[in-house]
């Protein structure tokens, strides 16, 4: 008689549904993930423009610029003068406009880009620098007259990311839940196939250990087997992706680490969901049988 069970002939569907919900939870942390890498670039590009008095020389500008960028909040920044605010603008209209008017009415500014730890919201912990700190120190420097920003633009970026983040943590929640359950009650199946041989097991003095051991064995197998075959799907569906949208570039070398990282999770998830679902399942059974 046999003393173990070979669920890998009769619950195939075992390593199935760890697959399926290995590589949905996969596509969450990938959303995740390049949703956070493009948020914060789109924060980053965020510029704030810095006015300044209209009497400033290039050489008090370039002083102020080296000032404000020697700000640990400050990221890039770049001064443009009365003379080329003039000719962008120019650009813009298609026309000479300072030819018409006989004059340049435009002042000289800065356009400066902060570092995204330093956004609301987005900040490290123990860091007091915000865009409003940032904006009352500028401000009260020398040739500046103002600093304005889109701070609508700020806040509805962090919104979207947080929704997003928030949705797909319950996602991820409701996910491994749904596993647990679908992987014990497969588990339950197999249990159930072989009460007679775990009885007599039990009526010739086998422990509790010794009979769950396979099975426990087995399920770690599987969600071993279950995450390598999430990881192979992801892989072949972020090529797929790539090479039907080139510009989101998700085969870039600086994704790498991130992906590897996500990989690892997968795979530490497969087998400890797998590994809890059959514990919680063999234990339960092996309560009943006893009485």
């Known amino acids: 008689m046999k003393s173990k069970v070979n669920l890998w002939e009769t619950h195939s569907s075992t390593v199935l549904s760890i697959t399926l919900v290995l590589f949905l939870l996969g596509m969450c942390l990938l959303v995740e993930y390049h949703s956070y890498r493009i948020t914060h670039d789109m924060q980053e590009r965020i510029t704030l423009k810095v ?19 020697a700000m640990p909040e400050v990221k890039h920044i770049d001064y443009i003068s009365k003379e080329k605010a003039a000719e962008i603008f120019s650009e813009d209209l298609n026309d000479d406009f300072v030819s018409f008017i006989g004059y340049n009415p435009l002042y000289p500014s800065m356009m400066v880009n902060l570092k995204v730890n330093y956004l609301p919201e987005v900040r490290q912990e123990g860091r007091s620098e915000s865009i409003a700190d940032f904006t009352s120190k500028v401000s009260s420097m020398e040739y500046v007259t103002g600093v304005t920003y889109q701070e609508t633009v700020v806040n509805e970026l962090n919104d979207v990311f947080y929704k997003i983040t928030w949705f797909l943590i319950i996602f991820m929640a409701l996910l491994i839940l749904v596993s647990i359950l ?47 075959i999430a990881i192979a799907i992801l892989a072949i569906a972020i090529g797929a992706v790539n090479q039907s949208f080139s510009g989101l570039n998700l085969l870039d070398s600086s994704h790498l680490f991130w992906y590897v990282g996500i990989a690892v999770v997968i795979l530490l998830l497969g087998i400890l969901l797998s590994y809890l679902s059959t514990l919680f399942a063999v234990s339960r059974h092996l309560r009943h049988t006893i009485r």
């Open 51 to 69: 006015d300044l008095e209209p009497e400033i020389t290039d050489e008090m500008a370039s002083l102020l610029k080296l000032q404000i960028e």
């Open 182 to 228: 679908l992987i014990s009650s497969t588990i339950r199946i197999a249990l159930y196939a072989q009460r007679e041989t775990i009885r007599t097991m039990q009526l010739v003095g086998a422990k509790s250990g010794f009979i769950a051991r396979p099975f426990i064995g087995r399920s770690i197998w599987f969600g071993l087997l279950g995450g390598l």
